[in-house]
């Protein structure tokens, strides 16, 4: 029982559903785009996004993990994760190029933009230290939807000051008590996700 609420904790606030969680928040939000585009347009976004860059990855790391070329989806091994990184990165790379061709604007590319740009960083700095993704990815959503509230996209205040601090936080705890990281690491992480949405100041 010990193991076993973290570890959920761990599964459910994952990093690779972020996207997801981004992407909705921005389909309900104020910008006024979201008035013009037909209801099919975001049935046809969500799914696409939840395929390519959550249930594809997963599938390709089950059968690397069967094949024995990843030990396991939460290793601390610095190849492991990088060639996890490297999976989430590539999904990324082909479902934005996807919608790019498809003139999807440019407002609903940020979650792929973001996770690319996230990616990328902590494919670097797994190389070196256990950074904790969990903390750099719920980070990087809050620090995304500061960045728009504060270019007046109207997002709901409730996501930010308390639906995703709480995540994060929560998220951070479970990867301590799994014994996953360190305070070190779970900031690190933290710092490189903060940095990687203000980001956003510049797309």
Same mark, same amino acid.
């Given at each position: ?9 761990? %599964? ?28 099919? %347009? ?27 070329? =990843?030990?396991?989806?939460?290793? @601390?091994?610095? =190849? ?18 996807? %919608? ?26 797994? @190389? ?34 308390? =639906? ?40």
């Amino acid at each position: 029982m010990k193991k076993f609420i973290p570890q959920t904790l761990s %599964f459910i606030l994952h990093p690779i559903f972020i996207p997801l969680w981004f992407a909705i928040v921005l389909i309900n939000s104020g910008y006024f785009l979201n008035s013009f585009l037909n209801i099919n %347009f975001y049935k046809s976004y969500i799914w696409l996004l939840s395929i390519i860059m959550i249930i594809l990855p997963i599938i390709i790391v089950i059968f690397s993990r069967q094949l024995g070329l =990843i030990e396991s989806f939460d290793s @601390s091994i610095p =190849i492991d994760r990088i060639k996890i990184l490297l999976i989430i990165l590539l999904a990324s790379f082909f479902l934005y190029f996807f %919608f790019k061709k498809f003139n999807v604007p440019l407002f609903y590319l940020l979650p792929i933009r973001i996770t690319i740009i996230l990616t990328i960083l902590l494919a670097i700095f797994s @190389s070196f230290m256990n950074v904790s993704i969990h903390s750099a990815g719920w980070m990087s959503l809050f620090s995304s939807l500061y960045v728009l509230q504060c270019r007046l996209i109207e997002i709901n205040i409730v996501w930010i000051i308390v =639906i995703i601090p709480i995540l994060w936080g929560l998220a951070c705890y479970a990867r301590h008590l799994a014994g996953k990281h360190n305070s070190l690491q779970l900031i690190a992480g933290g710092i490189l996700g903060a940095l990687t949405g203000l980001t956003i100041l510049f797309m």
